[in-house]
């Protein structure tokens, strides 16, 4: 950010690129360290989300150096075009019909729809520009109960939903049906 906004100040804002309206903040990820948090929360209007995005997402990441001043109406003006804006929710990850910027998902938390806790988000793998895993550090005592190694790769399509709340990345199954999965075996360097 050109000037430096509280998130607070940005909260239900409308957010411009000239004079076309891109969406609404509605907040940012919490997280202990500010400097990590580098995107905030963006309601996209419909327009935009069928036109600029692959797949029409609802909700999507706006990156903070953006955001290049308050417009006397008092919406958000956005330093970049729509082109650039297009360009950034190209590298994102699609969960639960949402896009997120890699920053709002590191260092959370992974469970499996059993709500086995899993581990930590410690980066991304991507195939072809595109992100196709999440590297997870995996907690000692799952190393040992399913004998997974200390970090794995698990496919974003297995990512079925977050929880705002608890910080949390859910599963669309199982951690013993997750490590047969031919996309997990892949990741992982395991297919024949």
């Known amino acids: 950010m050109s000037e430096d906004y509280r998130i607070q100040e940005l909260l239900q804002r409308e957010v411009y690129v000239g004079d076309t309206l891109v969406g609404v903040i509605t907040g940012e990820r919490s997280h202990p360290r500010d400097e990590f948090v580098k995107s905030m929360r963006l309601e996209v209007v419909d327009d935009v989300a069928g036109e600029y995005m692959r797949k029409p997402a609802e909700h999507a990441p706006l990156s903070k150096e953006l955001v290049h001043s308050i417009r006397p109406d008092g919406g958000v003006k956005l330093s970049?075009?729509?082109?650039?804006?297009?360009?950034?929710?190209?590298?994102?990850?699609?969960?639960?019909?949402?896009?997120?910027?890699?920053?709002?998902?590191?260092?959370?938390?992974?469970?499996?729809?059993?709500?086995?806790?899993?581990?930590?988000?410690?980066?991304?793998?991507?195939?072809?520009?595109?992100?196709?895993?999440?590297?997870?550090?995996?907690?000692?005592?799952?190393?040992?109960?399913?004998?997974?190694?200390?970090?794995?790769?698990?496919?974003?399509?297995?990512?079925?939903?977050?929880?705002?709340?608890?910080?949390?990345?859910?599963?669309r199954c199982t951690v013993k049906r997750l490590v047969t999965l031919p996309s997990y075996l892949q990741l992982n360097g395991d297919s024949e």
């Not at 639960?96 to 410690?122: F, K, Q, T």
């Not at 790769?153 to 929880?163: C, D, F, S």
């Open 80 to 171: 970049k075009s729509m082109r650039e804006l297009q360009r950034r929710w190209r590298n994102t990850i699609r969960i639960d019909e949402e896009l997120w910027a890699p920053d709002e998902l590191l260092d959370r938390a992974v469970m499996d729809n059993d709500g086995v806790d899993i581990g930590n988000v410690a980066g991304f793998v991507k195939v072809k520009r595109t992100y196709r895993g999440v590297v997870v550090n995996t907690h000692a005592i799952l190393q040992r109960k399913f004998g997974l190694p200390g970090q794995l790769i698990i496919p974003v399509k297995q990512l079925a939903r977050t929880t705002a709340f608890l910080d949390e990345l859910i599963l």
